[in-house]
């Protein structure tokens, strides 16, 4: 997804730019481009393709002199990847640049209006058209530009600007999209993600939603939508600098992954320590909304809320929950998962359900997004930022989160005695060093890896809560490897999937609960003989199952409601490996990105 970065100070901007988008190369895209002032004069310089190339453009920023200047990636979404599509895009004089993140939703409509006004186009973006806008709108002030600009544009946007006719000014605008705002001595930044400037500067403004931020080198003015000066508060970042970087390991995945232990174990120690999570009134349904993996906890929250505390869960893909007149009361606990807490269809589904009067519980990775923001409560996953596109340590710690919520609301409910709260809280504190052990048989993935990775199909089965891990671990090795994979509940292969079952097909079996062991043996058994090659997953002591299986990889013995975040380490590790062997670009595939903020 897009990233923004920009810069005024006394430096040369170039080389800072072109540092901070390779920063945020993490949220995947297709082009980059830099625009910088210099004697007065905008200077664009753009390219489709990696940061690599914008870089020997500018002979890595010598080409261009000047210190205040706007960077972007661009990940397509109005046109193709293309030179003329990436930002900075620039009214026709070439006297304004802008970077856009986001998406205009009546982008179409205001093209024409300017078209009929003269305004010529030369690419397909929705950023031109608000290039030419501003340039409509501009009287000699830039703030008072933005302001008659957020009140034409609908959609969603974080802009960062600058005019040659404005040498000492950057200005920043946010609606929906993330923008902050950093503070430096003797100079200032924007950016749309926090490591982008983190080596520079720890103490940042978070602008809300509509606020129009003013950046000379010296110093910052924020304003509303009105113009009238808002007072920030300095928010501090206390995330370490190296934590963002791969710290020794060829990527960042397999570093995120080494991780978990430590993420979970931040996660879930406040609250074990300061009591599990209150609640006014005790919700009588539970709503989980999320996408992608964060569904995936989602799944596994409704085996274990509804097992602890006997309250209804429905779970929902974000996109399909804002679009289906969802049933929501007062005392429905609506909750929401994600690790950027940006995603464009889970903050809308958010809004939607908030709108229907449900209490909103977020549970997000990063501090200060527009989920944190507009939750009415907050669980924070402490996972640290996440660069891999593939989610690992931030499902790790939402599956952990999801447990200590089961947890509250059975305790809420009456159904938790102190005896078993101390027994589950003790099996959720052990959980770090179990995976610890776990990270330990890596090498063994590695090998069967090896075994794996020409698979042209591969099915993920499972039970219960398997089957929801099954469907993390299949997400997990289509994503990064490119292998075709399903996950089904084991019982639902036979009712038409099976059919694809051939001679050599690698099945997946997870085969963690011991009330449903015997139920999964049975349907390995239906797999195996139409040729199919098993690799089980189970809980060490059930050696049963290798008369069944090819291969049989164990998990320690825990409560065995814990058992998806030992399970999903092993499937993590399975999905790195086998993408490795292929060779493909794990930390960002093709077609993804970190943060989705468009629908
Ligand atoms: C898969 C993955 C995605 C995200 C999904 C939601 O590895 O990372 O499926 O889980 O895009 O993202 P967040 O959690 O940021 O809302």
Same mark, same amino acid.
């Given at each position: 997804m897009c990233g923004i970065v920009g810069y005024i100070g006394a430096k040369q901007a170039a080389p800072i730019l072109l540092d901070g988008l390779a920063k945020l190369?993490?949220?995947?895209?297709?082009?980059?481009?830099i625009a910088v002032l210099n004697e007065q004069a905008v200077g664009v310089t753009k390219t489709k393709g990696r940061l690599k190339a914008?870089?020997?453009?500018?002979?890595?920023?010598?080409?261009?002199?000047?210190?205040?200047?706007?960077?972007?990636?661009?990940?397509?979404?109005?046109?193709?990847?293309?030179?003329?599509?990436?930002?900075?895009?620039?009214?026709?004089?070439?006297?304004?640049?802008?970077?856009?993140?986001?998406?205009?939703?009546? +982008?179409?409509?205001?093209?024409?209006?300017?078209?009929? #006004?003269?305004?010529?186009?030369?690419?397909?973006?929705?950023?031109?058209?608000?290039?030419?806008?501003?340039?409509?709108?501009?009287?000699?002030?830039?703030?008072?530009?933005?302001?008659?600009?957020?009140?034409?544009?609908?959609?969603?946007?974080? %802009?960062?600007?600058?005019?040659?006719?404005?040498?000492?000014?950057?200005i920043a605008v946010r609606k929906e999209s993330p923008l902050i705002v950093g503070l430096g001595d003797g100079e200032n930044y924007i950016a749309s993600d926090i490591p982008a400037i983190l080596q520079y500067t720890r103490k940042v403004y978070l602008l809300e939603n509509g606020e129009i931020a003013r950046l000379t080198k010296d110093g910052i003015t924020v304003y509303d939508a009105n113009k *009238?000066?808002?007072?920030?508060?300095?928010?501090?970042?206390?995330?370490?600098?190296?934590?963002?970087? #791969?710290?020794?390991?060829?990527?960042?995945?397999?570093?995120?992954i080494m991780e978990e232990p430590e993420a979970i174990h931040k996660t879930i120690t406040p609250i074990i320590k300061e009591g599990l999570l209150k609640f006014g009134r005790v919700p009588d349904r539970v709503a989980i909304v999320a996408c992608g993996s964060a569904y995936h906890v989602g799944v596994v929250g409704k085996y274990v809320i509804e097992k602890l505390a006997g309250i209804p869960v429905e779970v929902d893909i974000a996109s399909e929950f804002r679009y289906r007149d969802p049933i929501i009361t007062d005392n429905t606990l609506v909750v929401i998962i994600s690790q950027s807490g940006e995603t464009a269809d889970t903050l809308a589904a958010l809004r939607e359900a908030k709108k229907r009067g449900g209490r909103i519980l977020g549970i997000v990775n990063v501090v200060g997004s527009s989920i944190a923001r507009e939750s009415d409560e907050v669980l924070y996953t402490l996972a640290g930022?996440?660069?891999?596109?593939?989610?690992?340590?931030? +499902?790790?710690?939402?599956?952990?989160?999801?447990?200590?919520?089961? &947890?509250?609301?059975?305790?809420?409910?009456?159904?938790?005695?102190?005896?078993?709260? #101390?027994?589950y809280c003790d099996a959720l504190e052990r959980m770090p060093e179990l995976i610890a052990g776990l990270l330990e048989q890596k090498d063994v993935l590695a090998q069967y890896a090896k075994?794996? +990775?020409?698979?042209? *199909?591969?099915?993920?089965?499972?039970?219960?809560?398997?089957?929801?891990?099954?469907?993390?671990?299949? &997400?997990?090795?289509?994503?990064?490897?490119?292998?075709?994979?399903?996950? +089904?509940?084991?019982?639902?292969?036979?009712?038409?999937?099976?059919?694809?079952?051939?001679?050599?097909? &690698?099945?997946?079996?997870?085969?963690?609960?011991?009330?449903?062991?015997?139920?999964?043996?049975? *349907?390995? #058994?239906?797999?195996?003989?139409?040729?199919?090659v098993v690799l089980s997953v189970a809980e060490e002591g059930n050696t049963e199952i290798e008369e069944c299986s090819d291969v049989? &990889?164990?998990?320690?013995?825990?409560?065995? %409601?814990?058992?998806?975040?030992?399970?999903?380490?092993?499937?993590? %590790?399975?999905?790195?490996?086998?993408?490795?062997?292929?060779?493909?670009?794990i930390d960002k595939p093709r077609n993804l990105a970190k943060s989705v903020t468009v629908e």
């Open positions: 190369e993490y949220r995947g895209y297709d082009s980059a481009g914008l870089s020997d453009l500018l002979d890595g920023g010598k080409k261009a002199a000047g210190s205040v200047g706007i960077g972007h990636t661009r990940w397509a979404t109005h046109g193709a990847p293309s030179d003329v599509n990436s930002h900075p895009h620039t009214n026709a004089a070439g006297t304004l640049a802008i970077v856009h993140n986001g998406s205009i939703e009546n +982008y179409m409509r205001i093209k024409v209006f300017l078209q009929e #006004k003269g305004y010529q186009f030369v690419s397909e973006t929705d950023t031109e058209v608000i290039a030419h806008l501003a340039d409509y709108f501009y009287e000699g002030d830039l703030v008072d530009m933005v302001v008659k600009l957020t009140e034409k544009l609908e959609g969603s946007y974080a %802009l960062g600007i600058l005019s040659s006719e404005h040498p000492d000014e950057l *009238n000066v808002v007072p920030k508060e300095v928010f501090e970042v206390d995330w370490d600098v190296s934590a963002a970087e #791969k710290g020794g390991y060829e990527h960042f995945m397999f570093k995120e930022p996440e660069i891999a596109v593939a989610t690992t340590k931030a +499902y790790a710690t939402q599956l952990s989160a999801i447990y200590l919520l089961g &947890l509250s609301l059975a305790k809420a409910e009456g159904r938790l005695s102190a005896a078993d709260e #101390k027994i075994q794996y +990775y020409t698979a042209k *199909n591969v099915f993920f089965i499972g039970r219960g809560l398997d089957y929801a891990v099954a469907l993390e671990g299949s &997400l997990k090795l289509k994503e990064i490897s490119y292998i075709h994979s399903e996950a +089904y509940g084991a019982g639902e292969l036979k009712h038409g999937t099976i059919s694809l079952i051939e001679e050599g097909t &690698l099945v997946v079996a997870l085969a963690t609960q011991d009330l449903l062991f015997d139920k999964m043996v049975s *349907n390995i #058994k239906e797999v195996k003989a139409r040729g199919a049989v &990889l164990y998990i320690p013995k825990n409560n065995q %409601l814990f058992t998806p975040s030992l399970t999903v380490v092993l499937l993590q %590790l399975l999905a790195y490996y086998i993408a490795g062997e292929k060779g493909c670009d």
